[in-house]
């Protein structure tokens, strides 16, 4: 129920704004990520990697949003393709996970306004913080591609 009632908290509030969705704080495994026994960078963590893919949707869509973001922001990225990407095109594939990269960092640094959330801030650029962004970007791309990240 912790698990279902946190993951669907934190879909609904990607839609509407996060500090505004109302969440009882005690069921959450964000706020409180000792209901699963969880550190707090694992429990932020966990909820982005299983969330994340889900609001994404297909290929399609994020490749789409990625040039978006691309054109928009002029970062000087490659054009993506689905069948770039499927095909294992490596500045393709590396322009979604750098895309990926952007969503994840974007979705926590919301996190940081919420009150409550068991989210370390002053550790984002230590070892555990890059491991589990790291290990959640690739889960992102492997779950919304069908394939694992070319090496």
Wanted: hydrophobic fraction near 40%; proline fraction near 6%.
């Amino acid at each position: 129920m912790i698990i279902r009632y946190t993951e669907n908290w934190f879909a609904k509030s990607m839609e509407i704004d996060l500090q505004s969705s109302e969440i009882h704080e005690e069921f959450s495994y964000l706020h409180h990520p000792e209901l699963l026994n969880l550190p707090p960078f694992e429990a932020v963590f966990r909820a982005v990697g299983e969330v994340m893919p889900k609001e994404f949707g297909d290929l399609q869509s994020i490749v789409d949003a990625g040039n978006v973001s691309n054109q928009d922001f002029e970062l000087g990225q490659p054009v993506m393709t689905k069948k770039g990407i499927l095909e294992n095109k490596a500045p393709e594939c590396r322009a979604l996970l750098e895309h990926m990269k952007m969503e994840i960092e974007s979705l926590l640094e919301n996190l940081e306004y919420i009150d409550g959330v068991k989210f370390p801030q002053q550790n984002r650029t230590g070892v555990e913080y890059q491991n589990f962004f790291g290990e959640t970007a690739m889960k992102f791309y492997e779950v919304v591609v069908g394939l694992p990240y070319p090496q």
